[in-house]
């Protein structure tokens, strides 16, 4: 048996430019789906150098005749050369040559980067790896695509690898679609635009050839059916994009995001402002965190408290009534901060919780140590409000980098025209309503924003006394309830620390609409201030108000007392205002206030049901991204063996007795040249049979041959019994043929597109016609049958 080499692929040249042009700018739409999730054109040169080498790929794959698994290992190749300098860049050496931990990112990323872009909120950092994903899926989906436009008659098979990459683009990306009429329109037009120019280029039609015969009147048909194209097209983008201006969807789309990120709710953690006195009194001497990098007057935040309910100061998110939201944190955070560039590197010692202590407009937080993917797996950031937390709770040993902007200092001066900023905060309620006179009355002589807030912090800070209501100290209860605001601001004496101050204030500037929110953290004393590591302890937490002018942001003001500003007689204890006091509704029942921190994992009932969905849901969705993948990696096996067999059923199952004899013969030649035959085109059975009995060592189709042409042109139809008969040795013959064969020539054989595409198509043609002349000499009795009779007298 002679081993053939790969049959290179002719096409003209036009074809192969129409082809490859298409096929790139159909992937192209597809890769632009991508731009909302990384909010701009950051993913286009890995997207786009994805493409290129899949379109090289297919191209030169296709010239040189190799088939399927060379291709494949020519893609797998290319993602690993070329992935580290278009999707990890910053784990090259130069940008350029891939390390060992570029090969290993690479080899993970295939089942790993498709959870991180959906578990990571949008807009994605293509800093985070995730520009692996638009990489691969364009890389994919330009082999697929084009090898199938440079091989395939039907280049409609050709579109299905492009519309799934248009789908997973949009499935993966954001609920807000890029250029949806676009995308559509181009890709509908496209794919129009190209079936009618192929259709026009097919052999079948170039044989007919009106030019030959008059140039003028083709020319003229040319020009009419391209003129008719046009318009159709035309209508059609026209029909599409009118129905779309009011055919909108009210809703948003919804994508895989949607359900694997997992609900966090901010509410499921108690306020840290209900155990600012445990703070103070339990842990004045211990080491909590270590803060190294910490700029002079820079204070450490663990929250920010932004709405009031009469019982706490709670920790808000999301909705119509809050500030912010939180998401899962992500690169680049803070991309319009203004400040001073700030490294800090925090070490937990002692300190408990899931408040992350940070400071100033937070950019990147980055974990480090043996919990860092625990940790940044769990972690929530609300950017509006520069609040942190994790849902693992931090403890001893963890340890993080955060990037942030400190804003820079202003004084009154610079701001004493600045108006109040508006921004939106939640309502307040069941606040005491003596508070909205004392607050009017305070800041009745203020000229100006900023006076407003100084009378306000002046009234508490100079008319108060300070008191932690530890042992030794004045009475001072703990809590900032609405009645505990009542008797600090009622009584004879204004005695607290900051969690009363702060929270008094607060409230006060909110009734005369004034946008402030109190923040609760830690910062060193002056004498320790801008030292090379702050160590903070119980004795360094505070909490302050914050209130925001327009253009400036959240600046920072302190209406709690001096420590050291305690009343004269140290046995005086604060007497309540003796006017009527207002009974406050009780607090509201939903919410727990004494309860400690519940880790995700633990809790029961609906939350436990949500987690458990949430599991299923990314499972499921992780799994339909890979079957999708993997659908449109194995297409090519699909389309080919399912286009041999149906041409197999059509033959098997054709109308005439003789189609079937002829059917079963072509079927056998398919196969011989599948597995390396070469038959020239217009041959005649018993010319094929000779070349198949030389190439493969078969010398019984010689007589096979001679059978189907005698029964094909035989005075009679042949019986379905002679059908069978026929078709069971030719089967007899095609499976010995995979018999004798090894595992690889068979695979081999099983995808070859050379039966599709080759010269068959012409010879079988042609044959057809003979067997046709054949069958209208049997319908014809009068007609002399001397020369079909004989094989040997055929004529092409």
């Known amino acids: 048996m002679t081993v053939t080499a790969p049959v290179r692929t002719s096409l003209p040249l036009r074809r192969w430019l129409l082809d490859l042009g298409v096929s790139a700018l159909l992937v192209g739409i597809g890769v632009a789906g991508f731009w909302p999730t990384f909010a701009g054109p950051s993913y286009l040169i890995a997207a786009i150098g994805g493409l290129v080498l899949g379109l090289a790929i297919a191209a030169v794959a296709a010239w040189r005749g190799w088939g399927i698994l060379v291709i494949a290992a020519m893609t797998v190749g290319a993602y690993f050369v070329f992935g580290g300098a278009l999707a990890l860049p910053h784990t090259t050496i130069a940008g350029v040559i891939p390390t060992l931990d570029t090969l290993q990112r690479l080899a993970i990323g295939t089942v790993t980067a498709w959870k991180q872009m959906l578990t990571t909120v949008a807009p994605v950092s293509a800093a985070d790896g995730h520009l692996l994903v638009p990489f691969l899926l364009a890389l994919v989906t330009a082999v697929v695509t084009a090898s199938l436009a440079l091989r395939l008659t039907q280049v409609a098979w050709a579109l299905i690898p492009a519309g799934v990459m248009l789908i997973l683009a949009i499935a993966l990306g954001t609920p807000e679609p890029a250029f949806p009429i676009a995308q559509g329109l181009a890709f509908a037009v496209l794919s129009i635009a190209w079936l009618a120019l192929r259709q026009l280029w097919a052999p079948h039609n170039a044989a007919v050839s009106v030019g030959e015969i008059d140039p003028a009147r083709a020319a003229h048909m040319r020009m009419r059916r391209v003129l008719a194209g046009v318009a159709v097209l035309a209508l059609a983008g026209g029909a599409g994009v009118a129905t779309s201006a009011v055919a909108a969807p009210a809703q948003p789309r919804h994508v895989f995001r949607d359900v694997i990120i997992p609900p966090f709710n901010i509410r499921d953690y108690p306020s840290p402002l209900q155990s600012f006195r445990k703070n103070v009194r339990d842990e004045v001497d211990e080491t909590l965190f270590t803060v190294r990098g910490l700029p002079k007057d820079g204070r450490i935040r663990i929250a920010v408290m932004d709405q009031y309910d009469g019982m706490v100061y709670n920790v808000t998110d999301g909705g119509p009534d809050s500030s912010s939201a939180f998401t899962p944190l992500r690169s680049n955070m803070a991309p319009d901060a203004k400040g001073v560039p700030v490294t800090l590197k925090v070490a937990i010692d002692k300190y408990r919780g899931v408040w992350v202590p940070d400071a100033g407009a937070v950019s990147d937080i980055d974990f480090t140590g043996g919990r860092a993917d625990e940790l940044r797996r769990s972690a929530f950031y609300n950017p509006a409000t520069g609040t942190a937390v994790v849902t693992t709770p931090l403890k001893k040993g963890d340890s993080y980098t955060v990037d942030t902007v400190m804003p820079t200092k202003v004084d009154d001066n610079q701001i004493a025209d600045v108006p109040f900023g508006k921004v939106s905060l939640p309502k307040q309620s069941n606040v005491p309503e003596e508070l909205t006179s004392l607050a009017a009355e305070t800041v009745a002589g203020a000229e100006s924003p900023i006076e407003q ?21 004045v009475l001072s209860r703990a809590g900032h309830t609405a009645e505990r605001i009542s008797t600090l601001l009622g009584g004879d004496q204004m005695i607290g620390d900051d969690e009363q101050y702060a929270v008094a204030m607060a409230l006060l500037a909110r009734e005369v609409g004034i946008p402030a929110r109190v923040v609760m953290g830690y910062y060193p004393d002056e004498e320790s201030a801008g030292g090379a590591e702050f160590a903070a302890t119980g004795d360094d937490v505070h909490a302050w108000v914050e209130v925001n002018f327009e253009g400036l942001g959240w600046l920072t003001f302190n209406p709690t007392p001096p420590e050291d500003k305690v009343p004269n007689d140290q046995n005086t204890k604060p007497k309540v205002d003796p006017k009527p006091q207002v009974l406050q509704p009780p607090p509201p029942p939903q919410e727990p206030v004494d309860l400690p921190p519940t880790l995700p994992d633990d809790r029961k009932g609906d939350d436990e049901s949500l987690n458990i969905l949430g599991l299923i849901g990314t499972i499921l969705a992780i799994g339909g991204v890979s079957l999708a993948i993997i659908a449109v990696l194995a297409s090519p096996f699909i389309v080919i063996g399912a286009w041999k067999a149906a041409k197999r059923r059509t033959r098997r199952t054709a109308a005439r007795s003789a189609d079937r004899i002829s059917g079963g013969w072509d079927e056998l030649t398919d196969r011989a040249i599948d597995y390396g035959a070469r038959l020239a085109p217009g041959g005649t059975r018993a010319e094929e049979a000779v070349t198949v009995a030389d190439a493969l060592t078969l010398p019984q189709v010689t007589a ?54 080759g010269g068959t198509a012409i010879a079988g043609g042609l044959q057809g016609l003979r067997d046709a002349a054949a069958a209208r000499v049997r319908r014809e009795p009068g007609t002399i049958k001397s020369t079909e009779s004989s094989p040997e007298s055929e004529t092409p």
């Open 453 to 473: 807030v100084r009378a306000l912090e002046t009234f508490l800070s100079e008319g108060g006394f300070f008191s932690h209501g530890l042992e030794g100290e």
């Open 704 to 757: 096979l041959a001679d059978r189907a042409d005698a029964e094909v042109f035989g005075p009679t139809e042949p019986s379905p019994e002679q059908v069978e008969a026929f078709w069971a040795e030719v089967d007899g013959i095609v499976g010995g043929l995979g018999k004798d064969a090894g595992f690889w020539k068979r695979t081999k054989a099983r995808l070859s597109l050379r039966s599709l595409m």
